[in-house]
């Protein structure tokens, strides 16, 4: 059986787009996934990057959104010249 990811990245401006699409504040949603209202505000700003699993599902839950509504966009590799 596959062991879950130590930690998932999460994409903060996602996050605060999802959110606000919602129509529910930091704290309204920080409540509904069971984490604090400083804890999704450092996710937001980008101070916090990363998440366990256990918060990570209960936010993406609380905001009705997929993985890839909230993770990182992929990186776009440059052209060398």
Do not use: F, W
Request: net charge positive; proline share 10%; charged share 30%.
């Amino acid at each position: 059986m596959e062991q879950p990811a130590a930690t998932y990245p999460v994409h903060g401006p996602s996050l605060r787009k999802r959110r606000m699409a919602l129509g529910l504040t930091v704290q309204e949603a920080a409540d509904k996934a069971g984490i604090s209202r400083s804890y999704l505000q450092r996710l937001e700003t980008g101070i916090r990057e990363r998440m366990g699993p256990k918060r990570y599902t209960r936010l993406r839950t609380a905001l009705n959104a997929t993985n890839d509504q909230i993770s990182p966009p992929p990186e776009i590799p440059t052209e060398e010249r």
